[in-house]
């Protein structure tokens, strides 16, 4: 596969400004800064699933620019190991969801001499996957070694009120008023993990623009019955 057909578009919202930071505030200061050093080589994010990794990731690419690439695995583990072909050019590489490639002989070593080449151009490196780095699956031990070295953080899942500010927050960059009572209602009423409920504040923030209403609990009422 071409490094033609890459990057991939990042999501609008993933920048540093909408993560609410909560619990994990040494993690995004580390990614934030990482544009402007050589001294760290990336970093292995595990963590839960819709805990904002993903987030992280393409929030670091947005910093970097042009320099960067997000390569999510989730969606591209079938395109083969060749699309990594050329990356080691980049100053920062983030691959999500790394536990698709696990135990693969072919993505792995792709994967190493990623690793080699990145770290012989003092470019950076950040990996997302549910779990350290040591209990992945990974196969090649030298691959494996090179992925220990990296800076470690778990990231951290938000609890009840953290997950009404973090709705807020992004709320509030969409140029929406999330009142807490609403908030409260969509915790209520819909699974917890916040992918969903992004994905939940995406559908009602379309459907107050075409009603020309605020989200009030019966408007949200009124949006949740339909779907």
Do not use: M
């Given at each position: 596969m071409s490094q033609l057909a890459l990057p991939l578009r990042l999501a609008?919202?993933?920048?540093?400004?909408?993560?609410?930071a909560?619990?994990?505030?040494?993690?995004?200061?580390y990614l934030a800064s990482l544009a402007d050093t050589v001294a760290d080589h990336g970093a292995w994010l595990w963590g839960a699933s819709a805990t904002g990794k993903t987030h992280l990731l393409q929030a670091t690419c947005e910093r970097f620019g042009d320099r960067a690439v997000y390569i999510?695995?989730?969606?591209?583990?079938?395109?083969?190991?060749?699309?990594?072909?050329?990356l080691g050019s980049?100053?920062?590489?983030?691959?999500?969801?790394?536990?698709?490639?696990?135990?693969?002989?072919?993505?792995?070593?792709?994967?190493?001499?990623?690793?080699?080449?990145?770290?012989?151009?003092?470019?950076?490196?950040?990996?997302?996957?549910?779990?350290?780095?040591?209990?992945?699956g990974i196969a090649l031990p030298d691959l494996e070694s090179r992925l220990q070295h990296l800076p470690a953080f778990h990231v951290h899942p938000l609890d009840d009120p953290q997950r009404v500010a973090a709705l807020q927050l992004r709320a509030m960059h969409r140029g929406l008023a999330l009142p807490d009572e609403t908030a409260h209602y969509l915790l209520s009423r819909s699974r917890r993990d916040m992918?969903?409920?992004y994905e939940l504040l995406d559908k009602l923030?379309?459907?107050?623009?075409r009603a020309q209403r605020k989200l009030t609990i019966p408007f949200v009422k009124s949006v949740l019955d339909t779907l």
């Open positions: 609008d919202h993933a920048v540093f400004d909408t993560y609410l909560v619990g994990n505030e040494q993690l995004v200061d999510p695995l989730r969606e591209l583990a079938e395109a083969g190991p060749d699309l990594l072909e050329g980049r100053e920062l590489v983030c691959i999500d969801d790394i536990d698709q490639v696990a135990g693969d002989a072919a993505w792995e070593k792709a994967l190493f001499n990623l690793c080699n080449e990145l770290l012989a151009a003092n470019h950076h490196l950040i990996v997302a996957a549910s779990s350290s780095a040591r209990e992945c992918a969903s409920l923030d379309l459907e107050a623009l």
